[in-house]
């Protein structure tokens, strides 16, 4: 059985996805942009792009009735690896231990030209 996860707190779906989907007792997040869901646009450089990341997944995880503390896996993907500290700093301010597995990656593009996107699995 597979449930969809919808908010209007977090940027819509910008291809044919799902915000986020529930799985028996798992939530599975689509990476998400640093884009604002009010204006469609992206929130500024790095710092920024990450905070409203991180806040666009909280927006989500409420949604499906959960919080940081339940996210036992997270993807980020960084056009540039030099930003990692950055990133790392702003991420880590939104979990306390135990931390969740994590992998980070730079790739060559990403979705609207975006400098960061983190996608997520937690548990219900």
Do not use: W
């Not at 449930?3 to 997040?29: D, M, R, W």
């Not at 942009?33 to 991180?54: C, H, N, R, V, Y």
């Amino acid at each position: 059985m597979k449930i969809e996860i919808c908010t209007q707190n977090a940027p819509k779906a910008i291809g044919p996805y799902s915000q986020a989907v529930v799985s028996h007792n798992l939530v599975f997040i689509s990476g998400q942009l640093g884009i604002d869901p009010k204006s469609g646009e992206f929130t500024g450089g790095i710092k920024e792009q990450t905070k409203q990341a991180m806040e666009n997944m909280r927006a989500i995880l409420k949604e499906a009735g959960l919080d940081f503390s339940a996210v036992v896996k997270t993807t980020i993907l960084l056009k540039n690896l030099e930003d990692f500290a950055l990133v790392n700093e702003i991420y880590g301010g939104y979990f306390k231990e135990p931390y969740p597995a994590r992998a980070t990656f730079q790739v060559a593009k990403l979705p609207k030209d975006g400098l960061v996107e983190i996608e997520a699995i937690a548990q219900k």
